[in-house]
């Protein structure tokens, strides 16, 4: 069964996305208070429920995996896990450059990652407590942290937290998702998105990944995260 998180502006609070059930449950949820989101899912928009680890490594990873290919993402993470067999802020914060460049993280990406090993180690990014927090909350105390924007944020919160409410507005697929779903002539801005997704408060990850799917259904090939 999942762990619940605190509600948001008195909603009611919604369990972490830890299983399929609550996954069910967010969707139904969705069918219920919206007819777009009854149509698309109708239509076959079911998402799976797609978990990434959490914590200093989780965070890392999508990190690293930014602006860059699948292939390339994974060569250069390969090779610092080679480096660095247990990846944590620890760990990351005693190795040094060198070291980093040699597995392929460019100068922007080892400065992101010891930043978030130093906001760890001071505890202003507990990774440990942001599943028990609501989304905007969480979502806060990463951006706080240089070289974390904000599609990262809520990236790291939906799959590696199983957060039900992080919802990635600036995704360029998850944008694209919404413009199909409403039959917009153009993709939203972050800005409307993030309007648009507040009547589906406190399942806004769940819509997110229903969206994902649709894109999917709609375009005839598989949907992830696109960082803006």
Partial sequence: MGTATRAVDGAPPARLLDSEEVLREGVAA?????PVM?????????PPLR?????????????????LSTASAGAIWARLKQALPILDAETLAAADDPTL????????????LRAVAE?????????????????????????AVRGIGPWT???????????PDA?????????EAARLADGLAAR?????????????????????????????????????????
């Fill in 153 to 163: 944020a809520d990236v790291y919160l939906l799959f590696c937290l199983g957060h």
């Fill in 119 to 143: 906001a760890v180690a001071a505890g202003s990014l507990p990774l440990g407590a942001l599943h028990a927090l609501p989304a905007d909350e969480a979502h806060r105390l990463m951006v």
């Fill in 30 to 34: 969705l069918v219920a208070c919206d």
């Fill in 101 to 112: 460049r040699a597995a392929g993280l460019s100068a922007p990406k080892i400065r992101t």
């Fill in 188 to 228: 939203p801005s972050a800005a409307a998105l993030a309007a648009r997704a507040e009547p589906w408060r406190p399942w806004r990850g769940v819509a997110a990944k229903v969206l994902w799917a649709y894109y999917r259904v709609a375009k005839a090939r598989d949907a992830a995260p696109v960082q803006p």
């Fill in 51 to 67: 978990k990434r680890p959490p914590g200093y490594e989780g965070l890392a990873a999508i990190i690293v995996a930014q602006q």
């Fill in 167 to 175: 919802f990635p507005a600036g995704d360029l697929a998850l944008q």
């Fill in 38 to 46: 009854a149509r698309i899912v109708a239509q076959g928009a079911v």
